[in-house]
């Protein structure tokens, strides 16, 4: 991370370097800087002019005076008076530059400048001053802005190895501190992928124990029946039946686990699919459970459409929708009617699926689409494995539709399933 953090600030410094000698490059060649040395000059020829009129006029004190004043000054200029004799000296001395001859009370006087030619630095020292200036001030800027862009992506590069570790509950968007960049919204995001990772590492320890306690509970019996077998084997025959019925039911669990694991991996193949008329395996799937529970006079009633023809898995909506219905025949009192009705909704065809069961609490309504989470939480003594509303949910989400459940004010659970029309 360092090497993109000094590769980021020599990027930057060297920009800004760059073009702060670019700009001073195009002053100098322009004359936008300002001439030093002749700025000194005009000072030194001024300084001169006024020492030459005040010593005609006002005489040496006060010249003497002046030129004291002017070489204290912040740019000083030194001038030097000398008498160099008669008015006659006047007229045959020669006059240099910064040079006058003034006759005075009888008397010719010489005034004078010190050298003024300008070493190198102390004619550039006003440009190397800002210019040095600029560069510490671009050191300063491109360091700032490589730790502004390299500490998020500091944290990011934490976070990920903390996750490659298996520390899903690493979260990285408090220590990042802005509010609406785009760097925020990749931190954003990290927090949503960790969190996501976690979830379905819950669920997956989860689905392990469960189906371990699935699976555990039938090979006890299985185990308890062939220990009584070998303590009696005339008991065979009364324990064949149950034996079959043990392993029945863990060939319906593997079965079921398979079917969800099909239907929740990431890469699956597309659906084998048949145009059928989805009324047709309503009608079919409501007679069966019509038929279960005449043993307790629970009555399932189907009102809707006459006919929905589309494309779609036979097999896996057929049992999708048996899952639910299977469901409300089961946890409905005797005596009890479900309805099953069908309806167009804008670009959907609706399946609602309502009982006259106990209804569930409001605070699990999407709990019971996770797996294993069974019908033991309604109190009501039905036995299952918790798969079943899983696959359902799964099966048509692969079908682009989606299943919810709804508490009715009038009681039971309102199962609503939906598919594209």
Request: hydrophobic residues 45%; aromatic residues 8%; proline residues 4%.
């Amino acid at each position: 991370m360092r090497k993109l953090f000094w590769r980021i600030f020599a990027i930057v410094w060297l920009t800004m370097a760059i073009s702060i000698a670019l700009l001073f490059a195009i002053s100098s060649v322009f004359g936008l800087l300002p001439p030093v040395q002749e700025l000194r000059d005009q000072r030194t020829s001024l300084a001169i002019e006024t020492a030459t009129r005040l010593l005609a006029t006002n005489g040496v004190d006060a010249t003497q005076q002046f030129l004291s004043a002017v070489a204290q000054t912040p740019s000083p200029v030194h001038l030097n008076l000398t008498a160099i004799g008669g008015p006659m000296e006047c007229s045959i001395k020669a006059i240099g530059k910064f040079e006058r001859h003034v006759v005075n009370a009888g008397h010719c006087f010489q005034l004078s400048a010190e050298a003024t030619e300008m070493d190198f630095l102390s004619r550039n020292l006003p440009k190397l001053v800002p210019w040095t200036s600029a560069m510490f001030a671009a050191a300063f800027a491109a360091y700032w802005l490589a730790q502004y862009l390299t500490r998020p992506v500091e944290q990011l590069k934490r976070g990920l190895r903390a996750l490659a570790q298996g520390q899903f509950d690493v979260r990285i968007g408090n220590k990042i501190d802005r509010k609406r960049d785009e760097i925020a919204a990749l931190a954003h995001d990290f927090d949503v992928t960790a969190a996501r990772l976690q979830e379905f590492q819950d669920v997956q320890q989860g689905l392990f124990h469960d189906i371990s306690h699935e699976l555990r509970s039938p090979l006890s019996r299985l185990q308890a029946a062939i220990g009584l077998l070998k303590k009696n084997p005339s008991r065979l025959d009364a324990m064949t039946e149950r034996l079959e019925r043990e392993i029945a039911r863990m060939d319906d669990l593997v079965g079921e686990v398979l079917t969800l694991a099909r239907l929740t991996a990431t890469e699956t193949p597309p659906l084998e699919q048949q145009t059928l008329d989805l009324v047709d395996l309503l009608r079919e799937i409501v007679d069966d459970c019509a038929f279960e529970g005449a043993a307790r006079n629970v009555c399932v009633v189907y009102n809707g459409a006459e006919s929905f023809v589309t494309s779609l898995n036979g097999e896996l909506i057929y049992r999708a929708i048996e899952n639910v219905v299977r469901n409300a025949v089961k946890y409905s009192p005797s005596n009890a009617r479900v309805i099953v009705n069908t309806e167009r909704e804008y670009e959907a065809f609706v399946i609602t699926v309502a009982d006259q069961g106990p209804g569930i609490p409001k605070d699990i309504l999407d709990v019971i689409f996770q797996p294993f989470r069974r019908g033991s939480i309604l109190s009501t003594g039905v036995v299952g494995f918790g798969l079943g509303l899983a696959i359902t949910k799964h099966a048509f989400a692969r079908h682009g539709g989606q299943v919810q459940a709804e508490l009715p004010s009038e009681g039971g659970l309102l199962m609503r399933m939906s598919l594209p029309a």
